[in-house]
């Protein structure tokens, strides 16, 4: 239902467009990348973003807010996003028919000047929404003009009411003509018109990093560390993938490897900027962690297997896990490489324990930061089970998070054992460490049974 004229709505106001963030249905031109669910959670959180700087707008400015959404009713939209914004359904039709619907009503609850933005643009904030309306004194009509050519700001005010209902007629919607088109139809209808400084949004891969630099002015470091024995096989395409992400290093830390592991990360490392490093170290997963963890400088650190590729924009995941309260380690989902659908269903595993007893292990790329890593004595120094040791003392200090989207690793193990003998092999080994017995002795069963 909409607002009563009679709660005295200020002379300005705002409305928030946005679509719940339902896998498979929103922001799907980063799906490639981060899966239907990774979109979605990306999706709710610029939502959540944009709706706190208008309420710091409308707290500062005693303006009207309002939150228009699709995908779902309005009052599951409250529910996600809080009782103290109304909400309203956009209704049908296409953009121009539900922006035009809500400049209709928010001009007709006594709004005197209006605007409209959406949740792609994560610079927008408090102080370009009262430029936008403060420019509505003298102008009918504002946009703020997105890079991609659509705007992600447009406000009119009421006096111009009777001139731009057919503004919204005949835009090439989701083009990178809807900016020029709506200048020219604004021209053509008389209205006075003012622009914006221009700002970028998210939509595709590529923009990920203007979310990150705009949610936070300085971007925490985060230190890769990667153990390796004779990864030449996978390396290359481990640095590739994470080599796409922001303010790292990589530390490579080599267990003596025999093959062209150590050949292929030299070569990396002469032919790209980021800082990448190439330690040794005795073999061992433990060891190797904690001579990289040692030489790293980030803020957080993320331990990744040598045969474990990232996701597209994983730096922004993690930075984004870390940050909630109460969270002291991340994790991503696992998805292996094979079509086979038994892995689907090892994949399926993975998900609901990691999700629901919090238990991710050391495929899954754990990340934390470097501090608590220190405090905690570094990788538990075991022969085995150290991912296990790591996580369960995770445990005990709060909340272990799972970014939605996964990690890719090698399915080699499993295509050499088999995935029943792998899970069978799995399990005992845990019940075996929950019995006493010694990492050392189980790490020795454990590689005689796998060859």
Not at 120 to 149: F, K, M, N, R, Y
Not at 158 to 167: E, G, H, N, W, Y
Request: proline fraction near 6%.
């Amino acid at each position: 239902m909409i607002d009563s004229p009679s709660q005295g709505l200020a002379p300005v106001g705002a409305i928030i467009f946005t679509r719940y963030p339902k896998p498979g249905t929103t922001k799907t031109r980063l799906t490639p990348v981060l899966g239907p669910r990774g979109a979605a959670w990306l999706q709710e959180k610029m939502t959540r973003h944009t709706v706190s700087q208008l309420r710091a707008w409308r707290k500062k400015s005693g303006g009207w807010l309002q939150i228009r959404a699709v995908g779902a009713s309005p009052k599951r939209v409250q529910a996600w996003l809080g009782q103290d914004v109304p909400v309203q359904s956009q209704g049908p039709g296409d953009l121009g028919d539900r922006l035009l619907r809500a400049f209709q009503e928010g001009f007709a609850q006594g709004v005197e000047r209006l605007v409209v933005v959406g949740i792609d643009c994560p610079e927008l904030d408090e102080e370009t929404i009262a430029q936008a309306l403060q420019s509505l004194e003298a102008a009918d009509l504002v946009l703020g003009p997105a890079t991609d050519g659509g705007y992600y700001l447009i406000g009119l005010r009421a006096m111009a009411v009777k001139r731009f209902t057919p503004l919204f007629q005949g835009i090439d919607w989701g083009s990178d003509r809807v900016l020029s088109q709506t200048l020219e139809r604004g021209q053509d209808l008389g209205l006075g018109v003012r622009q914006l400084s221009p700002l970028s949004d998210v939509d595709v891969p590529e923009e990920l990093g203007v979310w990150q630099r705009a949610r936070y002015q300085t971007q925490p470091m985060i230190s890769v560390i990667i153990p390796v024995l004779n990864e030449a096989a996978e390396i290359g395409q481990t640095l590739e993938e994470v080599l796409t992400g922001e303010n790292l290093e990589v530390i490579v830390v080599d267990g003596g490897s025999q093959d062209k592991t150590v050949e292929i990360v030299q070569g990396y490392g002469e032919a790209l900027s980021t800082p990448l490093r190439l330690l040794s170290s005795p073999a061992g997963r433990a060891l190797q962690c904690n001579v990289g963890l040692q030489a790293a400088q980030g803020e957080w650190v993320l331990l990744l297997h040598g045969d474990t590729r990232v996701p597209r924009g994983f730096d922004v995941l993690m930075r984004e896990v870390l940050r909630d309260e109460g969270v002291v380690a991340g994790a991503f989902e696992l998805a292996v490489a094979s079509p086979a659908w038994t892995l689907r269903l090892v994949e399926w595993g993975v998900r609901w324990r990691s999700r629901w007893l919090q238990f991710p292990y050391g495929d899954q790329g754990l990340f934390i930061s470097r501090q608590r890593l220190l405090q905690l004595g570094g990788v538990p120094d075991l022969p085995l089970m150290e991912d296990f040791e790591l996580v369960r003392r995770l445990r005990h200090l709060g909340k272990v998070a799972i970014a939605p989207v996964a990690v890719v690793t090698s399915a080699r193990r499993w295509e050499r054992l088999g995935v029943l003998r792998v899970l069978l092999l799995n399990q005992l080994i845990i019940l075996s460490y929950f019995l006493g017995i010694s990492p050392k002795r189980l790490a020795q069963w454990y590689h005689r049974r796998r060859g």
